[in-house]
């Protein structure tokens, strides 16, 4: 099993940017293909983007494509992060992160002016 922690949410003003990190331990994180979902209030919790174990091989939903850059540290900090630029008040969402059927807590973002 592997246990996962997100940090990095916050308040953004459109147009900012947010770097989302995500450390996981337990289980190798080299071996997990790693996912990033976000739930806005209301909604049901959509996919974001993905990075396979190698980090080699990334995926994004089209609403965030081109804005948004998922990348991983297998060696030194077993660490995921999603790099949100150009954001819009429609990314405001509980960000989770999941590896291997785990979930994160979550963290917030809120873009508003």
């Known amino acids: 099993q592997v246990q996962l922690i997100e940090s990095g949410g916050g308040l953004v003003q459109p147009g900012g940017s947010l770097v989302l990190s995500c450390a996981g331990s337990?289980?190798?994180?080299?071996?997990?293909?790693m996912g990033w979902f976000r739930q806005a209030p209301g909604k049901e919790r959509e996919f974001v983007a993905s990075i396979r174990r190698g980090g080699a091989v990334t995926f994004y939903a089209d609403s965030v494509k081109g804005r948004f850059t998922i990348s991983r540290d297998n060696v030194a900090k077993n660490t995921v992060y999603l790099q949100m630029n150009s954001l819009k008040p429609e990314d405001t969402a509980v960000y989770y992160c999941n590896a291997a059927g785990s979930w994160g807590q979550g963290t917030q973002v809120t873009v508003s002016s």
């Open positions: 337990g289980r190798p994180f080299s071996s997990n293909d």
